[in-house]
């Protein structure tokens, strides 16, 4: 049995902030980048995420239509945190008990891949323990100026790139894996 990959999905622009790209990511979201994210997201099982990318996701597509927003809306959510108290958004669990122990257990289920969206903590502490099995960076050609970065203070890890892709736009989407796995 293929033990299930977790593929994380950050948009990130040119000086690495990652926070709230519905701000500042609209402008190059095209169809070409659409469909891509599209079929990454028809290819995954579920979602697993921490308490404050719920929160964003929840917000910006729990009112959408259109092939994401529904696939978005009806894929099974995991969500990580110790603190929320119930989840509204459709199809979504709260797990509460330790998110690394957990998230290995959904990753040796049977079953397609893993989504995770955005390189907050909880990406970051996969990322840490081994569980990340790729890493696409979207990276949008503009510099935002202020927010939450990328990365912050960490383990070294080597990443090999997988591939990359130019798009219209001139987002320039990258796949990489970690060399821990």
Not at 83 to 108: C, F, P, Y
Request: charged share 25%; proline share 3%; hydrophobic share 40%.
């Amino acid at each position: 049995m293929r033990m299930r990959k977790i593929i994380e999905s950050t948009l990130v622009s040119l000086d690495g902030v990652i926070e709230d790209p519905a701000i500042w990511a609209g402008d190059y979201l095209d169809d070409a980048f659409q469909k891509g994210a599209l079929e990454r997201l028809i290819d995954t099982d579920a979602m697993l995420m921490g308490r404050r990318t719920y929160q964003l996701l929840a917000r910006d597509w729990a009112a959408q239509s259109g092939d994401f927003a529904d696939r978005i809306n009806g894929i099974r959510k995991y969500v990580f945190s110790s603190t929320m108290g119930k989840a509204d958004w459709n199809n979504s669990i709260i797990i509460k008990s330790d998110a690394v122990d957990e998230v290995r257990k959904l990753k040796q289920q049977a079953g397609p891949d893993l989504a995770v969206y955005g390189h907050g903590r909880f990406a970051q502490a996969l990322l840490e323990c081994g569980l990340l099995d790729e890493m696409r960076l979207s990276v949008f050609p503009l510099i935002v100026g202020n927010g939450q970065l990328l990365f912050c203070e960490g383990k070294r890890t080597p990443l090999q790139l997988i591939d990359a892709q130019s798009l219209p736009t001139g987002v320039v989407v990258v796949r990489y894996k970690p060399e821990t796995n």
